[in-house]
Nanobody, 119 residues
Framework: QVQLVESGGGLVQPGGSLRLSCAAS????????IGWFRQAPGKEREGVSR????????YYTDSGKGRFTISRDNAKNTVYLQMNSLKPEDTAVYYC????????????WGQGTQVTVSS
């Protein structure tokens, strides 16, 4: 069964850090581009970061540039999103997704993990 499972979300104070994990089962992640997306209440889902499949080129939207780092550990079949200097506006449900290319479409999605940035 193909599955992506996110973890690592939680409540953190502004300026704090979290590392999100996206673990795959049923398929090998390093054959896929992986994207992290987020959706805040009342807002549309937006992309945060992506990593290509073959050469691990990374991409960031303005929302995460300079603060977030995407990486993959093929031995663990897991992709990470390190988030530093978190802001209240980063509060959202974060999803990872796998696709054949960084431009999409993304065929497999996880269930999401909640990130809340609040004092």
């Amino acid at each position: 069964q193909v599955q992506l499972v996110e973890s690592g979300g939680g409540l953190v104070q502004p300026g704090g850090s979290l590392r999100l994990s996206c673990a795959a089962s049923g398929f090998t992640l390093d054959y896929y581009a992986i994207g992290w997306f987020r959706q805040a209440p009342g807002k549309e889902r937006e992309g945060v970061s992506r990593i290509s499949s073959s050469d691990d080129i990374t991409y960031y939207t303005d929302s995460g540039k300079g603060r977030f780092t995407i990486s993959r550990d093929n031995a663990k079949n897991t992709v990470y999103l390190q988030m530093n200097s978190l802001k209240p506006e980063d509060t959202a449900v974060y999803y990872c997704a796998a696709g054949e290319g960084v431009a999409g479409p993304y065929d497999y999605w996880g269930q999401g993990t909640q990130v809340t940035v609040s004092s």
